[in-house]
């Protein structure tokens, strides 16, 4: 199956004369999630885990079968070391709240990068400040990369947890973050890894990573918004609080005292999203029927070419690594000397859809020396023409500032 073929697959690039670059942000979606979310509203819909009726029952099916799905995708080696969230966002939040604030002491380091979501930066500090410990970055060099230096000297004695991207959604820098681990392992640290922009990309293991906690992000690959996931080390969650409380994370509640559920359901309180698993589990088994091998061989084609013409424009800075195997499908840039609101806009006429702004890595970009860039960010359902269309438009938008530009 070629790519025009696959582009088939998704009404909404069919339907719309569009340049959609903006998969970092969230994926376009096939039929086959769609209709997965519509067989569930037709055939299953009742409340999971709430009636001992034959339909409520179904819907329970379906939804843990999901789970196991998602298990044996990331090669989990418990189903209950899956918890359902909203996204990666409430994920990551759940393992700040329920583990940091529990095992953090007075003078405890928690090691992030510079590179960080919000996501994954914001929760530590307030953590961090609450428990009186210290929140400390590992600095990017200048290949937009982390140093083994920059890793072995921040993370230390003292530190008690790790937070890295896997992939930086600024960047697109794929962090050896296998390596972080072992290391951190070896000073005594747990790790969290944000899988939000490698799982649409790439294969996830946690087994071989060694992870602690790993998180993503369904809508990001494919499934649809909404739905989260938090792996967590079994053992780890054992011993964590509860994060939300209410429906169906409880065992007995008397008036003045309460008892939790088992894994998974003591971190799944209330009702869930269960469309949104349905449609995670529909878009984990079509990656599966295109295989990880096809979609990096798509990718790295596209991006590669789109790394090529874009280099080739004089009027605009590249925030990438220099080395194409350690970067993934995320291409920050600007035009020097026009905002990149502006360069979005022209782009966004001539049907060429690209994110603008901080990218939730404010950070960063103060690291950068700069306060926002565009950015492409690709999936296995773009072409060539896209990037050709690209490259015309920022042609077309330099073309329009350029007698505006100071130099």
Same mark, same amino acid.
């Given at each position: 199956?070629?790519?025009? $073929?696959?582009?088939?697959?998704?009404?909404?690039?069919?339907?719309? $004369?569009?340049?959609?670059?903006?998969s970092?942000?969230?994926?376009?979606?096939?039929?086959?999630?769609?209709?997965?979310?519509?067989?569930? /509203?037709?055939?299953?819909?009742? *409340? @999971?885990?709430?009636?001992? /009726?034959?339909?409520?029952?179904?819907?329970?099916?379906? /939804?843990?079968? =999901?789970?196991?799905?998602?298990?044996?995708?990331?090669? +989990?080696?418990?189903r209950?070391?899956?918890? %359902?969230s909203?996204? +990666?966002?409430?994920s #990551?939040?759940?393992?700040?709240?329920?583990?940091?604030?529990?095992?953090?002491k007075?003078?405890?380091?928690?090691?992030?990068?510079?590179?960080?979501?919000?996501? *994954?930066?914001? @929760?530590?500090?307030?953590v961090?400040k609450?428990?009186?410990?210290?929140?400390?970055?590992?600095?990017? *060099?200048?290949?937009?990369?982390?140093?083994?230096? &920059?890793?072995?000297?921040?993370?230390?004695?003292?530190?008690?947890?790790?937070?890295?991207?896997?992939?930086?959604?600024?960047t697109? =820098?794929?962090?050896?973050?296998?390596?972080?681990?072992?290391? +951190?392992?070896?000073?005594?640290?747990?790790?969290?890894?944000?899988?939000?922009?490698?799982?649409?990309?790439?294969?996830?293991?946690?087994?071989?990573?060694?992870?602690d906690?790993l998180?993503?992000?369904?809508h990001?690959?494919?499934?649809?918004?909404?739905?989260g996931?938090?792996? !967590?080390?079994?053992?780890?969650?054992?011993?964590?609080?509860?994060?939300?409380?209410?429906?169906?994370?409880?065992?007995?509640?008397?008036?003045?005292?309460t008892?939790?559920? @088992?894994?998974p *359901?003591?971190?799944?309180?209330?009702?869930?999203?269960?469309?949104?698993?349905?449609?995670?589990?529909?878009?984990?088994?079509?990656?599966?029927?295109?295989?990880?091998?096809?979609?990096?061989?798509? $990718?790295k084609?596209i991006?590669?070419?789109?790394?090529?013409?874009?280099?080739?424009?004089?009027?605009?800075?590249?925030?990438?690594?220099?080395? &194409?195997?350690?970067?993934?499908?995320?291409?920050?840039?600007n035009?020097? !000397?026009?905002?990149?609101?502006?360069?979005?806009?022209i782009?966004?006429?001539? !049907?060429?859809?690209?994110?603008?702004?901080?990218?939730c890595?404010?950070?960063?970009?103060?690291?950068?020396?700069?306060?926002?860039?565009?950015?492409?960010? %690709?999936?296995?359902?773009?072409?060539?023409?896209?990037?050709?269309?690209?490259?015309?438009? #920022?042609?077309? +938008?330099?073309?329009?500032?350029?007698?505006?530009?100071?130099?």
């Open positions: 199956m070629n790519i025009e $073929e696959l582009k088939k697959d998704f009404p909404l690039l069919e339907n719309n $004369e569009i340049t959609y670059l903006d970092g942000a969230t994926a376009q979606k096939p039929n086959q999630i769609i209709k997965a979310i519509e067989e569930f /509203y037709e055939k299953y819909n009742a *409340n @999971p885990h709430r009636g001992a /009726y034959s339909l409520s029952m179904e819907a329970t099916e379906v /939804y843990e079968e =999901t789970r196991t799905k998602i298990s044996k995708f990331i090669n +989990a080696k418990n209950e070391e899956i918890i %359902f909203k996204n +990666a966002t409430e #990551l939040n759940l393992i700040a709240y329920s583990y940091g604030m529990e095992n953090l007075k003078d405890d380091e928690v090691v992030i990068s510079i590179m960080e979501h919000h996501s *994954n930066l914001v @929760p530590w500090q307030k961090t609450s428990t009186e410990s210290n929140l400390k970055y590992m600095y990017i *060099n200048d290949d937009f990369e982390l140093s083994d230096e &920059e890793i072995e000297s921040k993370i230390t004695d003292r530190t008690k947890i790790v937070g890295i991207t896997h992939v930086s959604n600024v697109g =820098t794929i962090n050896n973050v296998k390596k972080i681990v072992k290391y +951190a392992h070896k000073k005594g640290a747990i790790v969290i890894i944000d899988a939000s922009q490698s799982i649409p990309h790439m294969k996830i293991d946690v087994q071989d990573l060694d992870a906690f998180v993503f992000s369904g990001k690959m494919l499934a649809p918004l909404g739905i996931v938090l792996y !967590g080390k079994r053992e780890l969650l054992n011993k964590m609080s509860p994060f939300l409380m209410g429906g169906d994370m409880i065992e007995y509640v008397y008036e003045q005292e008892t939790f559920a @088992p894994l *359901n003591k971190f799944e309180a209330g009702t869930q999203n269960v469309e949104g698993v349905i449609g995670l589990g529909a878009a984990i088994d079509y990656i599966e029927s295109l295989g990880y091998d096809k979609i990096q061989e798509i $990718e084609y991006v590669s070419y789109a790394r090529q013409e874009l280099s080739k424009l004089d009027f605009i800075t590249l925030y990438l690594t220099s080395n &194409e195997e350690k970067h993934s499908g995320v291409i920050s840039f035009i020097n !000397g026009v905002h990149p609101h502006d360069v979005a806009s782009l966004d006429s001539e !049907g060429v859809c690209v994110r603008s702004g901080n990218h890595a404010q950070p960063l970009m103060r690291f950068l020396g700069i306060d926002s860039t565009c950015r492409a960010s %690709f999936y296995f359902y773009n072409t060539k023409e896209d990037v050709d269309k690209l490259v015309v438009a #920022l042609n077309k +938008a330099y073309n329009m500032f350029k007698k505006y530009i100071v130099r």
